[in-house]
C-alpha cells in the first residue's frame, strides 16, 4: 500500500491526526528531503524510516520502491510541504506504480495542507473555476506562459521561488491590464508570513521580500 501524506506547507501544528497516525504506522517513509522530512518526524516523535525519492532518482529507485510495495510494504510518500504529487515528482512515481503493478497496489491520499488551496482562500478572488499552472519555466516558453496567463478567463493560481519573484512580477506587468488585480502570498503559516494585494500596478512599486516560497493568485479578466 502507498499512502500520499500531504504535510504542512510551514506551520508543524497543520499536521493532521490521520497523517501522523500513518506516518507511524508505516514501514517506510519516502521523502524529497531526509533531513526536512525529519523535523516533522522528530517533533511528533515518529521513530519510521526514511528514504529518498525526487525528482533526480533514477530508475533503479523506482524498481525498489515497487518491489517493496509488491512485498507487501506499507509505504508514506511525502514531500517537504504540501501535497505530494502537486507540481512534485510524486506524480510520475504514482503513474509508474500503476502502470507497472497493473493498478494491484492500493494507492490512498492523506489529505492535508496544500499552499495552493490556503492561497486561493484568502485571495478573496472567484474560486469556483481557477487553473494552477504550477510553477513558470525557467529559460523557454516563458512569454507564452504569461501571455496564457493574461488570456485565461478565469482565475489563475502558480508556485513562484524567491529567486524569480521579482522577473515573474516585471513579466506580469508587462502583459497585464494593470488594474488586474493580484495577491502575492508569502511564507504562508510561516512566522513571516506576508500577503502582498492590489492591482499589478500596485504590487509592481511594493517591496516584495525575496525570501521564502511564493503562490501567486491573479484574479478574473
Given at each position: 500500500m502507498l499512502s500520499i501524506v500531504a504535510t504542512p506547507?510551514?506551520?508543524?501544528?497543520?499536521?493532521?491526526?490521520?497523517?501522523?497516525?500513518?506516518?507511524?504506522?508505516?514501514?517506510?517513509?519516502?521523502?524529497?528531503?531526509?533531513?526536512?522530512?525529519k523535523k516533522l518526524l522528530d517533533a511528533y516523535e515518529i521513530k519510521t524510516?526514511?528514504?529518498?525519492?525526487h525528482q533526480h532518482s533514477g530508475g533503479g529507485k523506482v524498481r525498489d520502491i515497487i518491489n517493496l510495495l509488491k512485498e507487501g510494504k506499507h509505504l508514506a510518500l511525502v514531500t517537504d510541504a504540501g501535497t505530494p504529487g502537486i507540481?512534485?515528482?510524486?506524480?510520475?512515481?504514482?503513474?509508474q506504480i500503476i502502470k507497472e503493478t497493473n493498478k494491484q497496489i492500493e494507492i490512498s491520499p492523506i489529505?492535508?495542507?496544500s499552499a495552493i488551496a490556503a492561497a486561493l482562500s484568502i485571495s478573496g478572488f472567484p474560486t469556483d473555476k481557477f487553473m494552477f499552472m504550477g510553477f513558470p519555466p525557467h529559460k523557454n516558453k516563458r512569454n507564452k506562459y504569461?501571455?496564457?496567463?493574461?488570456?485565461?478567463?478565469?482565475?489563475?493560481?502558480?508556485?513562484?521561488?524567491?529567486?524569480?519573484?521579482?522577473?515573474?512580477?516585471s513579466e506580469l506587468a508587462a502583459v497585464l491590464d494593470p488594474k488586474r488585480e493580484v495577491c502575492v502570498c508569502r511564507e504562508l503559516t510561516k512566522q513571516f508570513e506576508t500577503i502582498y494585494r492590489g492591482t499589478i500596478s500596485e504590487i509592481i512599486v511594493m517591496e516584495v521580500m525575496e525570501k521564502g516560497e511564493f503562490v501567486v493568485i491573479i484574479n478574473t479578466l
Open positions: 506547507i510551514g506551520n508543524l501544528k497543520d499536521i493532521t491526526q490521520r497523517a501522523l497516525e500513518t506516518l507511524r504506522e508505516a514501514d517506510l517513509v519516502l521523502c524529497e528531503d531526509t533531513r526536512n522530512t524510516p526514511t528514504m529518498s525519492y507540481s512534485d515528482p510524486g506524480n510520475a512515481l504514482v503513474a489529505p492535508g495542507a504569461f501571455q496564457e496567463v493574461a488570456d485565461c478567463e478565469y482565475t489563475i493560481a502558480f508556485y513562484e521561488s524567491n529567486h524569480r519573484i521579482k522577473k515573474t512580477l
